[in-house]
């Protein structure tokens, strides 16, 4: 039996073993066998890395560096991202399963986003307040926080680190990341990247392992200062609690049941097209998901018969063929909750039009079809909860006013897509749709210079774009008394 490559952790620059000396196997999904080993870390490996990050947010020449100096880092980490592109694709790909086309498009442009905020490094600045009294200079610093708690799922690791790992850095903060068990690989190829890149020893640091323990000290650590979080709403609600023992700032982006909605004005090829990217594109396995299709009722035979005819020839196998249009689920309970859904939707008198089951043709690996149920509501558990996986519901409406109360019909708020020729319809519709980003005419594009975010259990606080400088900073007031005065009555406030 071939031995299984072994991952430690990074703390203070340095490739070390967990507390315990412990490893766990971390599994391939297409195959359902364990490819490597992970460091199990636990309490005393947490608290040693935010140590770790604490003494060097201090006494470290890091945080005295100037934005230029952290710019010229960040940027060195995106050309070596570039020049190792394709292993970081193919390490994410074993690991969590992602098609490997997809994979290499992703990493490839995952360098913009730290161009783009090295290129923001020299234009973070403070500001002079008008302030009313004459005698008095004020004016503002951009500070960083500290030590930065970054959690990150298993979905999209290196996309979803790098929203975190280049703003907090050129910021000035040192971080710690504690990856997915699940998919903690990639990230940690990664790192090696931000040594080779010239970051000074404590100022990234990885503590692999589970939740409990790992992620639960890690927030609740007294030295964190700030904690970015992307997963789903329980781990949510734990984290917020654990911040309040210190008052830790908090991000969290979560899942959506986002709905994508197709007017009658708009190309049925486009529009089927735009909805079969936005569900079943990472396996459904994505915060965006455009899983909620709303078609309206003079358009709905004719796009659903596009739908039909299209996802009947995905082609589903090995993620690393480049022929391969869907790729197993990224773990087997994420299988089996899929598989529970799928129950549940045929339970409530869904309409099962395609898929809804385990293809017979792959016997290893965790692979879904992608599955389609018609709704003459929308009221069912299936268009209310996030499923994170292959399933799209479609339910027909009738005019404007009726789409936006069905898709506004839901306790979260991260994305929506908008299919239609009206442009004024498209800004009307885009306003009143309750969601942090809302596409028109496309899906899932994504940009280092546009955030993204939501409300309600799609999470609070912004990743990506100029606005997540101002997540990792806070605001210095310095006031300066330009009066040779002396001071009249020290126990009035002037």
Request: glycine share 10%; with cysteine; net charge negative.
């Amino acid at each position: 039996m071939t031995e299984l490559k072994k991952y430690q952790m990074y703390i203070n620059g340095e490739w070390v073993e967990s507390a315990s000396g412990e490893y766990f196997d971390s599994y391939n999904p297409a195959t359902g066998e364990a490819w490597c080993q992970v460091a199990k870390g636990n309490a005393e490996d947490v608290d040693r890395a935010v140590q770790s990050a604490h003494n060097t947010f201090l006494h470290s020449g890091w945080v005295n560096m100037t934005f230029t100096e952290r710019g010229r880092l960040v940027r060195r980490l995106g050309e070596l991202i570039a020049e190792h592109a394709e292993e970081l694709a193919e390490v994410e790909t074993l690991d969590n399963g992602k098609l490997i086309r997809e994979m290499r498009g992703q990493v490839k442009y995952l360098p913009e986003f730290f161009y783009y905020y090295a290129g923001l490094a020299d234009k973070i600045h403070g500001k002079t307040l008008p302030i009313d009294k004459n005698d008095m200079f004020a004016f503002t610093l951009k500070e960083p926080l500290g030590v930065v708690a970054a959690i990150t799922p298993w979905n999209s690791p290196l996309y979803l680190t790098t929203l975190k790992l280049a703003p907090a850095l050129i910021a000035g903060n040192t971080i710690v990341i504690k990856p997915s068990e699940m998919t903690s690989a990639s990230l940690l190829e990664l790192v090696k990247l931000v040594e080779k890149a010239g970051f000074p020893p404590g100022v990234v640091n990885v503590v692999t392992g589970f939740g409990m323990p790992v992620g639960d000290s890690l927030t609740s650590h007294p030295l964190v200062r700030r904690i970015a979080f992307t997963g789903g709403s329980e781990s949510a609600r734990h984290i917020v609690r654990n911040s309040a023992q210190n008052f830790a700032q908090v991000s969290l982006e979560l899942g959506g049941k986002s709905p994508n909605i197709v007017f009658e004005d708009a190309n049925p090829d486009n529009a089927a097209m735009g909805i079969i990217a936005g569900i079943f594109g990472a396996s459904g396995q994505s915060c965006v998901a455009g899983s909620r299709a709303f078609l309206h009722v003079d358009i709905y035979d004719k796009v659903m018969q596009k739908l039909v005819d299209r996802v009947s020839q995905i082609k589903i196998g090995d993620p690393f063929q480049n022929e391969t249009e869907m790729g197993p689920l990224a773990t087997q309970a994420q299988l089996e909750r899929v598989e529970k859904y799928v129950a549940i939707g045929l339970g409530e008198g869904g309409k099962l039009v395609h898929g809804g089951k385990r293809p017979k043709q792959l016997e290893k690996g965790w692979y879904f079809e992608p599955t389609i149920f018609e709704h003459t509501d929308n009221k069912s558990r299936i268009t209310k909860e996030e499923i994170f996986g292959p399933v799209l519901s479609v339910i027909p409406f009738k005019d404007e006013a009726e789409v936006i109360q069905l898709a506004n019909s839901t306790d979260y708020g991260l994305a929506a897509g908008i299919w239609v020729s009206d442009i004024a319809k498209a800004h009307r519709v885009a306003k009143a749709i309750r969601a942090g980003i809302v596409w028109v005419n496309t899906y899932r594009s994504i940009s280092p210079i546009a955030a993204i975010g939501g409300s309600g259990l799609s999470g609070y606080g912004r990743e990506g774009g100029y606005e997540a400088i101002h997540e990792y900073m806070q605001d210095k007031v310095v006031w300066i008394n330009t009066s040779s005065e002396p001071i009249p009555d020290p126990f009035i406030m002037r």
